[in-house]
């Protein structure tokens, strides 16, 4: 399995602009997590998702963020308007479900918003 | 408000020394632990983990412990390698009155020197 994959590796916008970060997460894993890195908070879980139905989204910052699940292969993270302290890196995740379950992680998503 | 907490942020060690990294949780509704390993570009990948029913985990040179009176546990790494100088994050789950959450600490970068 090629792991999960996460598209684009880096992406640079400018604020007020819409972003769209896609996840495909490891096939027959029905858990998917969205999380983002900073150097202040570390590893933050922005929302997760069972079986395609979001079950915490209280990770996201506020209303510019949203999450979806169309099917079991894809997800994405989209953040509209963006700004400037949305610059992070993203990763997604994905595990067999459950909270006991490891999580695989992409490679992450570079954001940088000027 | 923090609830995984990692307070150092760097940590060197010779190589075949041990290495300790240390993690403390506030939330006694946590009851699994794990801990993740993410070198540069790449995402975090799992290690080894713990049930709070446990005290000690063990897989080749990395084991865990854990407090739970104390709310602490930590990674220790014998002999150390350079192949783990890398960021070593310590993350905590459990279903507490918002249901199953995940938190993740900030991290802490490990040198082993050769």
């Known amino acids: 399995d090629a792991g999960v994959i996460q598209s684009p590796r880096h992406e640079v916008t400018e604020m007020g602009q819409e972003v769209t970060l896609r996840c495909k997460p490891i096939s027959g894993h029905n858990s998917l997590f969205w999380y983002r890195q900073t150097m202040m908070r570390g590893l933050e879980l922005l929302i997760y998702f069972n079986n395609n139905v979001p079950i915490d989204d209280s990770g996201m910052p506020e209303d510019r963020f949203s999450a979806k699940m169309p099917n079991a292969s894809f997800s994405t993270l989209k953040i509209q308007p963006s700004e400037p302290r949305d610059s992070a890196v993203y990763f997604c995740?994905?595990?067999?479900?459950?909270?006991?379950?490891?999580?695989?992680f992409g490679p992450g998503t570079r954001l940088t918003v000027t | 408000d923090q609830q995984v907490k990692q307070n150092s942020p760097s940590l060197s060690v010779q190589e075949g020394r041990i290495s300790i990294l240390n993690c403390d949780y506030t939330n006694s509704m946590f009851d699994y632990f794990l801990w993740y390993k993410k070198y540069p570009a790449e995402g975090p990948t799992f290690l080894i983990s713990i049930s709070s029913i446990k005290d000690k985990n063990e897989d080749g040179r990395f084991t865990v412990f854990l407090n739970k009176s104390a709310k602490h546990l930590s990674l220790h790494i014998v002999p150390s390698q350079p192949g783990d100088s890398a960021v070593y994050f310590c993350?905590?789950?459990?279903?507490?009155?918002?249901?199953?959450?995940?938190?993740f600490g900030t991290g802490t970068s490990l040198t082993v020197i050769p």
């Open positions: 993350a905590a789950s459990g279903v507490t009155n918002t249901g199953n959450q995940f938190y």
């Open positions: 995740a994905s595990s067999l479900g459950g909270r006991r379950y490891e999580q695989y």
